[in-house]
């Protein structure tokens, strides 16, 4: 059985996960969201979920489609089984929303997050942090006698892997832009 | 082709072209180009209420009562924000409204301009969707699209919020295109696979119940009447919420009465021991469920809705039909028939057997008086001779309201307004308003409590104005009654704050707006006096003074399950655990 899916219009009925709803167990879900890149959108999907007290982990949005007015909202949220259904079917309500992609449970899909490390420091800590920087791929994109600015591209967990090695080595500040997310394979 | 004109002269065209012929409103700067447009025309009335708030309760009742969307019209910053409990009502009670208020010109939004208020931003939480145009090319697209989404799928209020100088400037035109944009298109037809899994439970069922909502009204008068083929076709016991009195007639035979928290012990002790458990267009509010844990422990549960987000919020569904009443209740009794008509006989004449049982323990019974009349008693000799009439019937909020869900008895469906989600004192005055202005003729009735009442009594200048004969029935025990029931239930007798002190004379308040004022004191008078009222061609203020401490039962405890309702009879002290004090 696949998830709720409320695609405007669809004919498909079923849209319940067998999956006991009634469960305790909290699960991370990341959530693709097709919506009019009209003005408020945003607003609705945040009041959403700040009005009924559900989680935002993460959350990304951009224009995806400019002739079509379309932008991605890409949610990474957590909760009961029955929770992450009851998101789904609230983001199935708002007008502007086009569809509700649950990637977690349709497949496999990948994530990526890309994020800005600030870390200073001299000496020894300072070539640490450039060898870590290399296993982890990440590129130097600014740099003065006692600064770096690495640039990361990953999986989240990859990204707070590489944060909690820096943090010694002199971490200052960090910008991470939240997931993007796409199922993998010929179809949406 | 497009015809150019200006927005405000847009604003009126569409509410023509979508069949709209009452607005209720309240003018001001921001919508004075629109109210110039109404002046000179005569096919849209306008009726001019006192506060905007009785605006859009009045709209709620002109809409619930003709299944139509009720209209609005306000001006930005104070008229918006005092049609916020209006919308927020209408949204928790799925009433379509179409709300247009007016705003400072673009130019000037973000500017703390006079009367500015971010309008979109205060009503998002409390509307289905909204609107600010900053366009008039655009006006007449979203003017249609608000009526599509207003009644489409689960109904639900929408305002457009539109600034002064999108009404002053001129663009073009288009009229409504058929069946609605493309991009809201919610799916009414049930799955039949589903459907079909219903049919098998119902054929084998030993101890069925029907539990019906406000969605079965949403769905229009089809739905009714399926809903009352199925029930005599397969004999099955219906009970329904609040919402949806009247869609089963109240005096069915198979008519259990309203079921939750003061509803009828019979159609809880039902619902609590059914196998099969048939959710028609109801969402488990918790005046239903009670404790969730034990609510119906031994029932497998149907739940037809055409909000997929109300299937699995609070109660998890065996056989889930996502669809429009109307539709899937066509298809299931097609089904039905087609598989020859089963029901298991023998388990339902076993299930009536007990049904009958919890009927004998007659849970309304109420000590009577004849020294003082008593608001069941009042209400009873208000059904007597109120039978027979083309009535509505309007409420407030409070024990007057439950008393009067459970002694009116409605036979058809869009007779009934109440404010059941929101629950919001001062819902009825101007809601019987709305309900008069759309049926000229009929008797329209607010049952209600003297602080409800006064929380819109600024509407007896609307109702004598368009000479609209409401009646306004005070059921008057000088206190907030419903709370005062759970302070002594539930707060040791300390009745803080649950007095109505320094109340008005009613008769004369009635007088010094122009209408009729009856005091009744003495239930030997009562009869004579609601003839009266009746008869009276105008609005009536009856001021009804009845028994100050009364209690309304039955009742189950907040956080108790429904085997353990309270009767009038029993002792209530200490009725509700503490668990339960914390819930509302
Ligand atoms: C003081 C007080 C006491 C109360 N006590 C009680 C009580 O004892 N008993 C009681 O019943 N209520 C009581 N209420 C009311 C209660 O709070 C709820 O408002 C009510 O129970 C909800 O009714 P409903 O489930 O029919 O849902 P509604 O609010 O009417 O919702 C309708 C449901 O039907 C769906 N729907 C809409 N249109 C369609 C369609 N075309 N097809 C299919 N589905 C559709 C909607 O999605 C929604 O899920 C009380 C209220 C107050 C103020
Ligand atoms: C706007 C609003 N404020 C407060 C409440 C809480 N409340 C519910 S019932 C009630 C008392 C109603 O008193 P009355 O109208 O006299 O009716 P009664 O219960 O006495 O029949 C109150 C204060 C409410 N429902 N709505």
Redo the contacts with the bound molecule.
Sequence with gaps: MSALQIKKGSTKHSAYNLRPTFSDVIETHTLAVLVDNEAGVLARVIGLFSGRGYNIESLTVAEVDHTGHLSRITIVTRGTPQVIEQIKAQLGRIVPVHRVHDLTVEGPSVERELALLKVTGAGDKRVEALRLADIFRANVVDSTLDSFVFEITGAPEKIDAFADLMRPLGLLEMARTGVAALSRGATT | MARQMTGAKMVVQALKDQGVDTVFGYPGGAVLPIYDEIFQQNDIRHILVRHEQGAVHAAEGYARSTGKPGVVLVTSGPGATNAVTGMADAL???IPLVVLTGQVPTFMIGSDAFQEADTVGITRPCTKHNWLVRDTDALSGVLHEAFHVATAG??GPVLIDIPKDVQFATGSYAPPVKGGPKRYQPQVKGDIETITELVEALETAKKPILYT???VI??GDA?SQLLRELVDATNTPITS????LGAYPGSGKNWLG??????LYEANMAMHDCDLMICI?????D??TGRIDAFSPHSRKAH????PS?INKVVHTDIPIV????HVLEDLLKIWKARGRKTDREALDRWWKQIDEWRAVNCLTYKTSDQVIKPQYALQRLEELTRGHDRYITTE??QH??WAAQFLTFDEPKRWMT???L?TMGYGFPASIGVQMAHRDSLVINVAGEASWLMNMQEMGTAVQFRLPVKQFILNNERLG?VRQWQELLHGERYSHSWSEALPDFVKLAEAFGAKGILCTDPKDLDDAIMEMIEYDGPVIFDCLVEKHENCFPMIPSGEPHNKMLLGEVSTKDAIKEGGAVLV
């Design positions: 928790l009670d799925s689960r109904p909502g406000g969605g949403n769905s739905a919420t609040l919402m949806g309203m079921l939750g928290m003061h509803g267009g109801a969402r488990f509010d005046r239903i037809i809705d055409i909000d109300s669809g429009d009443v109307a909020v409070g309201q439950m404010s059941g989600g629950g419903m």
